[in-house]
């Protein structure tokens, strides 16, 4: 099949950027590809500097966008799917329920392209928008479930809000899946940043409100531990406040590391030798990031939301959403009972073995391309 992506900044493995959707978007891609489809996703200039057409076998259109918080997105979907009526797409999969809110072009102007989207979150309730935006990201739960040929939900519980919400009978559970580490990747790169393996606990993820780096923080400087904590990520585009609000709340604490913006090998590092991934979010899809740590047989702190809760099958801890005391015993736990914590990574390794390869994942949203799905 000839296949179209459109939603995401660009691809992580070309040009460290994005999070979870552009992360899903590379491995959905690449998965495809060897299993010998044409797949085409579309780029933002910042995310292809080098401008390149072909990468690992994926196509890649660049078209502009206008890089603002609220409009980079939507301006950029619009300009794909204006290109990509003009190309023979069997298949166009908007990712995102922003860009869903344009699914409509293809759908009335190219009848032979089957119409798809991926629901990877409820984005109205990430603490960085305003009130203009979040309505419009609710018009986008809409048009996600209603304008596609199917939609594709990556929790049980995103799909049962469309179920009951809008009353879809459209809408098939595929989670994000993650690749099985296979072998060592050592400790280099971790060192140069201060790093000693496993003393340390990691959050990874962009630095915005609703990710809660303020809360592992403030919970973590209750800690009496000579462990370190790292903050990983970089700030969304020119907004720099939470930023430095984070920054503000670590001051004095030298334990306390950011290191930007990280992938590739150093990335991979950072993940297999924490003592264990903190995410306490407020608001998920299907945290990729949650999936990568598991992987690796880490243990994670969470926090209690549904979309979290389903992933740890008793192999990680949960925690209240904003209880910042809860967060500070949890990772005490975590330093009192360092087996135990070594024990829980392990049994999640194995709760990605079984349920989130990528290679099941890929087959099931192949079906969806096919319409060969059922519920």
């Given at each position: 099949?000839?296949?179209?992506?459109?939603?995401?900044?660009?691809?992580?493995?070309?040009?460290?950027?994005?999070?979870?959707?552009?992360?899903?978007?590379?491995?959905?891609?690449?998965?495809?590809?060897?299993?010998?489809?044409?797949?085409?996703?579309?780029?933002?200039?910042?995310?292809?500097?080098?401008?390149?057409?072909?990468?690992?076998g994926i196509h890649l259109v660049t078209l502009q966008s206008w890089h603002r918080k609220n409009f980079d997105a939507i301006t950029h979907t619009l300009l794909s799917s204006i290109h990509a009526l003009s190309e023979p797409y069997d298949v166009?999969?908007?990712?995102?329920?922003?860009?869903?809110?344009?699914?409509?072009?293809?759908?009335?102007?190219?009848?032979?392209?089957?119409?798809?989207?991926?629901?990877?979150?409820?984005?109205?309730?990430?603490?960085?928008?305003?009130?203009?935006?979040?309505?419009?990201?609710?018009?986008?739960?809409?048009?996600?479930?209603?304008?596609?040929?199917?939609?594709?939900?990556?929790?049980?519980?995103?799909?049962?809000?469309?179920?009951?919400?809008?009353?879809?009978?459209?809408?098939?559970?595929?989670?994000?899946?993650?690749?099985?580490?296979?072998?060592?990747?050592?400790?280099?790169?971790?060192?140069?940043?201060?790093?000693?393996?496993?003393?340390?606990?990691?959050?990874?993820?962009?630095?915005?409100?609703?990710?809660?780096?303020?809360?592992?923080?403030?919970?973590?400087?209750?800690?009496?531990?000579?462990?370190?904590?790292?903050?990983?990520?970089?700030?969304?585009?020119?907004?720099?406040?939470?930023?430095?609000?984070?920054?503000?709340?670590?001051?004095?604490?030298?334990?306390?590391?950011?290191?930007?913006?990280?992938?590739?090998?150093?990335?991979?590092?950072?993940?297999?030798?924490?003592?264990?991934?903190?995410?306490?979010?407020?608001?998920?899809?299907?945290?990729?990031?949650?999936?990568?740590?598991?992987?690796?047989?880490?243990?994670?702190?969470?926090?209690?939301?549904?979309?979290?809760?389903?992933?740890?099958?008793?192999?990680?801890?949960?925690?209240?959403?904003?209880?910042?005391?809860?967060?500070?015993?949890?990772?005490?736990?975590?330093?009192?009972?360092?087996?135990?914590?070594?024990?829980?990574?392990?049994?999640?390794?194995?709760?990605?073995?079984?349920?989130?390869?990528?290679?099941?994942?890929?087959?099931?949203?192949?079906?969806?391309?096919?319409?060969?799905?059922?519920?």
């Amino acid at each position: 099949m000839r296949i179209a992506m459109i939603g995401a900044k660009g691809l992580p493995g070309l040009q460290p950027v994005g999070g979870g959707i552009e992360t899903h978007v590379e491995n959905l891609a690449k998965h495809l590809v060897a299993q010998g489809h044409k797949v085409t996703v579309y780029v933002r200039p910042y995310a292809n500097p080098a401008n390149k057409t072909v990468w690992e076998g994926i196509h890649l259109v660049t078209l502009q966008s206008w890089h603002r918080k609220n409009f980079d997105a939507i301006t950029h979907t619009l300009l794909s799917s204006i290109h990509a009526l003009s190309e023979p797409y069997d298949v166009i999969h908007y990712h995102g329920i922003g860009p869903s809110t344009l699914c409509w072009i293809p759908r009335l102007f190219n009848r032979k392209a089957r119409v798809i989207v991926t629901f990877h979150s409820r984005d109205q309730f990430h603490e960085k928008w305003g009130l203009f935006a979040r309505m419009y990201l609710a018009f986008g739960e809409w048009t996600a479930v209603h304008l596609p040929h199917a939609t594709i939900a990556v929790s049980h519980s995103i799909q049962l809000l469309c179920s009951m919400m809008f009353k879809s009978k459209k809408t098939f559970y595929i989670p994000n899946g993650v690749e099985i580490p296979d072998k060592v990747v050592g400790t280099e790169d971790i060192k140069e940043l201060g790093l000693e393996s496993k003393k340390y606990f990691l959050q990874l993820a962009r630095l915005v409100p609703h990710k809660a780096q303020d809360d592992t923080i403030k919970a973590f400087r209750n800690l009496n531990t000579d462990y370190k904590l790292v903050i990983a990520g970089s700030a969304a585009f020119d907004d720099v406040a939470y930023l430095e609000q984070l920054k503000k709340l670590a001051k004095g604490d030298s334990r306390i590391v950011f290191t930007g913006h990280l992938g590739g090998n150093t990335l991979k590092q950072l993940i297999a030798n924490c003592t264990a991934i903190v995410h306490p979010s407020r608001s998920e899809g299907l945290s990729v990031v949650i999936l990568e740590a598991m992987s690796y047989g880490r243990m994670v702190i969470m926090s209690d939301i549904p979309e979290n809760l389903e992933l740890i099958d008793h192999s990680g801890i949960a925690v209240p959403v904003g209880d910042i005391p809860g967060l500070a015993s949890a990772m005490q736990w975590v330093l009192d009972n360092i087996e135990m914590a070594e024990e829980r990574g392990l049994r999640a390794r194995e709760v990605i073995r079984r349920l989130y390869s990528w290679e099941s994942v890929t087959k099931r949203v192949e079906k969806v391309y096919k319409n060969k799905m059922t519920n």
